[in-house]
């Protein structure tokens, strides 16, 4: 994990050379995360996808093989093959922002050691406050709190989609990061509630720019696909 603090330390660094504003770094250097991920989040929408269009065979498999799991799991494994679906792939973007947190939290905790700043000179004449906030190494800002609680909710409100078993599973689950963001909010750094509030906004943003648009192309060029073998079943009929 000093690996990537490390490395998520120098890259905060070079970004403040550049800002000249501690609080603003920390945004840049979000936005920057994210759009690196957005290859990951097409992958995921795009898996996502074909999970949605096999699951009439995956319930018929598991429904035939309810009393042989292994069976079961073999049949499963060889849908996935044949559709060329990584079933982990929709975790993937989420295993990868976990060490980035982890990571940032050391380095907003310990920004000279892990060589944001040379000195503590230089972190204490950066640190001077950012709009209401006092300083980025603080906890406990109600504000950011609730802001942070709030954005998670709205995400995971945005991203609630599916069957009907899925959406009162991601119900449960909204309610659950928006209670868990409002605790991270207060009880951390400044620092890492503002990277956690502008993730939330972005994927908010990129819901509405990206995925929704993505997932009615792909819904379309799915029916256009049936459509042409509707198409092509009636030509051989009358043939």
């Known amino acids: ?9 120098h890259v905060l660094r070079i970004i403040f050379e550049f800002v000249n504003n501690y609080g603003w770094s920390i945004i840049v250097f979000t936005l920057f995360v994210r759009l690196l991920l957005v290859p990951l989040m ?11 269009d096999i699951q ?13 799991p292994e069976k079961q799991q073999e049949e499963l494994m060889k849908i ?30 310990e920004p000279v050691k892990y060589g944001v700043f040379a000195n503590e000179a230089a972190r204490l004449a950066a640190d001077t406050g950012f709009l209401w906030i006092k300083s980025i190494s603080a906890n406990h800002n109600i504000i950011l709190a609730i802001l942070s609680g709030a954005t998670a909710y709205f995400m995971q409100k945005k991203m609630t989609t599916g069957d009907e078993q899925t959406e009162n599973m991601m119900k449960s689950m ?5 209670v868990m963001s409002l605790i991270w909010g207060y009880q951390f750094q400044a620092g890492l ?5 502008t993730s939330n906004l972005f994927s908010i943003a990129q819901y509405q720019l990206i995925t929704s648009p993505l997932k009615a192309k792909l819904a379309d060029s799915k029916e256009a696909v049936i459509e042409n073998e509707k198409s092509g079943k009636k030509d051989r009929n009358k043939k």
């Not at 097409?42 to 949605?52: L, R, Y």
């Not at 509630?193 to 509030?197: E, M, R």
């Open 174 to 178: 909204t309610y659950v990061m928006a």
């Open 1 to 9: 994990m000093n690996i990537i603090s490390n490395l998520l330390g």
């Open 56 to 68: 009439p065979k995956i319930k018929e498999i598991q429904e035939k093989y309810k009393n042989k």
């Open 193 to 197: 509630a503002l990277y956690w509030i």
């Open 42 to 52: 097409v992958k995921q929408i795009k898996s996502q996808k074909a999970m949605q």
């Open 80 to 109: 996935y093959k044949e559709a060329k679906i990584n079933p982990l792939a929709g975790c993937l973007p989420l295993l990868i922002q976990m060490p980035i947190l982890i990571g940032l939290f050391n380095v907003l905790r």
